[in-house]
């Protein structure tokens, strides 16, 4: 289907069908689902932060399903190389010359599993393609083809063996979430889907292609933002970095992060415009992981999430025209 046949109507109803589908294998997590499919309308990265079990590759996997995305996993371990991500140079016998052969970092969408367990040079393999779009090998230059979108997932609680994520690649990630336990009702459910299907997997439907995706994008961009909202944008990020308990809050690109998610949610809903509740709801996913808190807080406990829920109850609502 070619960009200018979308309507915003259109994207909602489609954005609306491939989380149905979606959530035939994660059950309960509607929101969790809607931040992912946020972050992949806005041509963004998603880091997935929870524990074990949780469903962190499993979503990953489904929105490729569903989405019809080439789909590759990499499970970082201490010893992954940066070529292991990006492929190398290989030489051919036949031709006596040196072959690129591409890593799995070519393809549309990415699960990097356990991202914080593969060292600092791995890593930093990871911040050219997720912000250029594109890697480097033997000083060759490397497009990626798009659609191409990051989903990598950690584990918050074990720190043995991991290399923390340095501030420059967390700040790539469009918004960062959790997943959560699931209520006592929806554990049940799928406990109960699976007696029902009868094994493990369950067949997805694809309800949507990179070209549909690519659609979808374009027609996002005709989102209208009042500059009221904008101001409200800026002004929660401002406070942000004006907070006693931070020392140093979000840049612009937490405002572009918020933008864009944004413009995302009011396709979603359905809208041509963004209200003040669309920046409400993404803003904490947003800039919370942006933040570097002052050390003593650590011993308290405080969470970004916190602090930026704090600066969205203090920073005057605009009012509705």
């Not at 149905?20 to 990265?45: C, N, P, Y």
């Not at 079990?53 to 490729?64: D, E, M, V």
């Not at 996002?220 to 002004?235: F, M, N, Q």
């Not at 929660?236 to 992060?257: D, I, N």
Request: one cysteine or more.
């Amino acid at each position: 289907m070619l960009s200018e046949q979308y309507t915003l109507a259109e994207v909602g109803a489609l954005a609306g069908r491939i989380l149905d589908e979606v959530e035939r294998a994660v059950v309960g997590k509607r929101q969790a689902l809607e931040l992912v499919l946020l972050g992949i309308l806005s041509d963004g990265h998603v880091l997935i932060e929870d524990f074990p079990g949780l469903a962190k590759t499993l979503i990953a996997r489904s929105f490729a399903q569903v989405l019809r995305l080439d789909f590759k996993r990499i499970q970082f371990t201490p010893d992954l190389m940066p070529s292991d991500v990006t492929g190398s140079a290989i030489f051919s016998p036949k031709t006596s010359e040196f072959e690129f052969r591409p890593g799995p970092i070519f393809t549309n969408l990415l699960l990097a599993d356990e991202i914080n367990r593969a060292p600092a040079k791995t890593q930093a393999a990871l911040l050219e393609a997720m912000q250029e779009g594109q890697v480097t090998v033997d000083g060759a230059r490397h497009v990626l083809r798009p659609p191409f979108n990051v989903l990598a997932t950690q584990n918050p609680i074990e720190y043995e063996g991991t290399y923390p994520l340095p501030e420059a690649q967390l700040d790539r990630f469009l918004l960062r979430l959790g997943v959560g336990y699931p209520t006592r009702e929806q554990e049940w459910e799928v406990l109960e889907r699976r007696l029902a299907q009868r094994r493990d997997e369950v067949a997805l439907e694809p309800r949507a292609g990179a070209e549909d995706l690519l659609a979808m994008r374009q027609a996002i961009e005709r989102v209208h933002v009042d500059p009221s909202v904008g101001r409200y944008i800026v002004d929660v990020v401002t406070a942000t970095r004006q907070s006693s308990r931070v020392q140093v809050g979000a840049s612009p690109r937490g405002s572009l992060a918020v933008l864009k998610l944004t413009r995302s949610r009011a396709a979603l809903q359905r809208r041509d415009f963004v209200v003040p509740e669309d920046v409400k709801a993404v803003a904490v996913p947003a800039l919370a992981h942006r933040l570097t808190l002052r050390p003593e807080l650590w011993v308290q406990r405080v969470r970004g999430e916190e602090v930026v829920q704090e600066c969205l109850d203090s920073v005057p609502t605009p009012r509705a025209d």
